[in-house]
């Protein structure tokens, strides 16, 4: 059921992207007019899917949940980052395809994908993974796309999004509660994330050459790294610590988790890649042919840790 709920919700995401692709490919708009696109989905609509993800009443089964929701999360970053760094230094892979295996879309798709496939209870869950990995999207990522005089960690840290993890920190410490006003806001901002994260990559794919996206052999495999074989190191990752953890609802907690490792490329690297002028036809591929993939791939890796 879970499966199928998942498939039919990525389904929705991708014919988004497809009416994205037909507006642009009809000039309605224009192909560079999401770079607009990118930055409001960067700097507004993520840090308000965040915050409005830590706004709810934390019960101590919420914030034991929460504690193991974090350390998964932390714990698969760093195994991502080691094998990733062992990529940088024994090949000559590019920025682009390090950052689109290393990073789910996570941030755009799994609020949407968890609200949908377990319900709005579930949501919180999923900030953990979301939290960790913005922290490492913009200290890590970013760094990859910058030249090293161009690197400024203070910078990094005064990002809105690193801001509204904070934000959100302070709010479950202290309980704090956002005023009603306020909160539809947010909701209604971080309701947008999925849907114009896949409508901007449908312009790009507008932009693209067809033919480049579906013959380069490079984004397939990159596409199986992302798809298959980062999210079965997470499978075994979490079927260890069902072994060793007892928390109410552990199992669900850790599904959560590792929907949001299993996620297509992250748009953001799409983005981060069209900002910083790097590659951005092999990014989109990768963030297409990915999100293809993923309506196969995900309901198969959830039946797998189901088992």
Known sequence: MISLLLMLKIAQLFIIMIIGYIITKLKIVKGDDSLVMSKISLYVLLPAGIINAFNTEFTNSIKLGLLLAFLASIIIHIIFYVIDYFLKKTSKVSCVARASVMYSNAANLIIPIVSYVLGEEWVIYSCAYLSVQVIFLWTHAISMFKKEKEKNYLKIFTNPNIISIFIGLLMML???????????VAVSLSGMLGPVSMFITGMLFAKS?????????????ITFMRMIAWPLIVLVVFKILLTVVDIENAQKVLLITFLSSMTPTASTITQFAQIHNSDVDLAVSI???TTVFCILTMPLLVSLYMM
């Open 174 to 184: 202290f309980n704090i509660k956002l005023p009603s006003l306020i909160n539809d």
């Open 287 to 289: 963030n297409i042919v």
């Open 209 to 221: 050459n067809l033919k480049s996206v579906f013959v380069n052999k490079k984004v397939y495999i």
